[in-house]
Nanobody, 123 residues
């Protein structure tokens, strides 16, 4: 059973940082691949990052590589996304979902999305 809840969003100035958290009240998250997507108004959802449940490898979109870090907090049954050096282009609603995590990208086989958490980067 999946009961994912995103949190940690907010408003920040360019160059600032936020830490998003995805907590599951269900299956043990450590054994599954988890990814983050984001969507800005009027735009398609895009894959941001993921972490594999099999070997722990990670993927980052080119636009966030070097600035974002995905990690697990198994004690809290959570996956976090540390976002540094934020830009206005990072603004959007961020969602976490179970995925297939590949070196070159993310695939989400479901069609359900939670409420997400809003990230706003502006001066």
């Amino acid at each position: 059973q999946w009961q994912l809840a995103e949190s940690g969003g907010g408003s920040v100035q360019p160059g600032g940082s936020l830490r998003l958290s995805c907590v599951n009240s269900g299956v043990t998250l450590a054994y599954y691949s988890v990814g983050w997507f984001r969507q800005a108004p009027g735009k398609e959802r895009e894959g941001v990052s993921c972490i594999s449940g099999s070997d722990g490898h990670t993927y980052y979109a080119d636009s966030v590589k070097g600035r974002f870090t995905i990690s697990r907090d198994n004690a809290k049954n959570a996956v976090n996304l540390q976002m540094n050096s934020l830009k206005s282009e990072d603004t959007g609603v961020y969602y976490c979902v179970p995925v297939s995590c590949y070196e070159r990208g993310i695939w989400y086989g479901g069609n359900e999305w939670g409420e997400g958490t809003q990230v706003t980067v502006s001066s």
